[in-house]
């Protein structure tokens, strides 16, 4: 995508873990992203919003993503909101706010508790058949409770806002909330030509945008693309956790059917 001229954060890629972690040096103390460099549902991606600053985390995290690819990206964390736009041809149909898998605190329950609480909602469920997926704590939960001084024993003060992930996705227990009529228009239009860049009918675009209602701009500091995936879950935009349904199975089978018109 940075050959075709859009912005990407910069990465280094590893093909086996003593090879990243030879080069911790590279990333101590630097805010970054360790994921598949093949992926999908959010799987194996560790964020050190913070900066990484203790190598076994490091080293863990980097464990965690070889589990699900033969290459890794260790890239640069970019600062902003996380958005995943619904291209279909050449309209943005949805824009999709994606909230991490998180948990409030009520200055009683423990975090293991609050998410046993949380994952009981009836739009959550563990298969491809429910909008919001139940929220595990496994490795990755872990070190992000760690980056926060919590462990899952941990209880929270009364509101206070626990992260269970840093990545957004809605596959690994995060809310979705519908944003398509508050998105400036420049970056549907941008999302509508990463799509055709990439040679894409159809294509879930993630952008990372600072600010939503002002126009884009070339620059990093505007916006960065992080993903482009050809499988885009629909399900998300049709039953939003908030907002607006965006019925986009519709205009998915016109244009594959187009006697249905």
């Known amino acids: 995508m940075a050959k075709a001229g859009f912005n990407v954060p910069q990465s280094v890629e590893f093909t086996?873990?003593?090879?990243?972690?030879?080069?911790?040096?590279?990333?101590?103390?630097?805010?970054?992203?360790?994921?598949?460099?093949?992926?999908?549902?959010?799987?194996?991606?560790?964020?050190?919003?913070?900066?990484?600053?203790?190598?076994?985390?490091?080293?863990?995290?980097?464990?965690?993503?070889?589990?699900?690819?033969?290459e890794v990206m260790v890239e640069d964390y970019l600062t902003g909101?996380?958005?995943?736009?619904?291209?279909?041809?050449?309209?943005t149909l949805a824009v999709l706010l994606r909230v991490?898998?998180?948990?409030?605190?009520?200055?009683?329950?423990?975090?293991?508790?609050?998410?046993?609480?949380?994952?009981?909602?009836?739009?959550?469920?563990?298969?491809?058949?429910t909008p919001l997926k139940k929220i595990a704590l496994g490795d990755i939960e872990q070190l992000q409770l760690k980056e926060q001084g919590l462990?899952?024993?941990?209880?929270?003060?009364?509101?206070?806002?626990?992260?269970?992930?840093?990545?957004?996705?809605?596959?690994?227990?995060?809310d979705s909330i519908d944003m398509t009529d508050q998105m400036h228009p420049s970056y549907k239009a941008l999302a509508v030509g990463i799509t055709k860049a990439m040679g894409a009918a159809v294509c879930g675009v993630d952008l990372i945008i600072p600010d939503l209602t002002k126009p884009a701009e070339p620059s990093l500091q505007?916006?960065?693309?992080?993903?482009?995936?050809?499988?885009?879950?629909?399900?998300?935009?049709?039953?939003?956790?908030?907002?607006?349904?965006?019925?986009?199975?519709q205009n998915l089978l016109k244009m594959l059917l187009p006697e249905l018109k």
């Open 16 to 70: 086996g873990v003593e090879q990243a972690v030879a080069n911790y040096a590279l990333f101590a103390g630097r805010a970054v992203v360790i994921k598949p460099k093949s992926t999908n549902y959010g799987l194996g991606i560790s964020i050190f919003q913070q900066g990484v600053h203790d190598r076994e985390d490091f080293a863990k995290a980097i464990e965690i993503a070889f589990r699900e690819d033969k």
């Open 100 to 129: 991490p898998a998180n948990v409030i605190g009520d200055g009683v329950h423990t975090v293991a508790e609050l998410v046993a609480q949380k994952n009981d909602h009836p739009l959550r469920g563990d298969g491809s058949r």
């Open 222 to 249: 505007s916006w960065g693309v992080i993903e482009a995936n050809f499988n885009p879950m629909m399900m998300m935009h049709i039953f939003p956790y908030a907002g607006q349904s965006r019925r986009v199975t």
């Open 151 to 174: 462990t899952v024993d941990s209880v929270p003060a009364k509101d206070q806002l626990v992260q269970l992930r840093a990545n957004s996705n809605i596959s690994t227990g995060g």
């Open 81 to 91: 909101t996380e958005y995943r736009f619904f291209v279909l041809g050449d309209e």
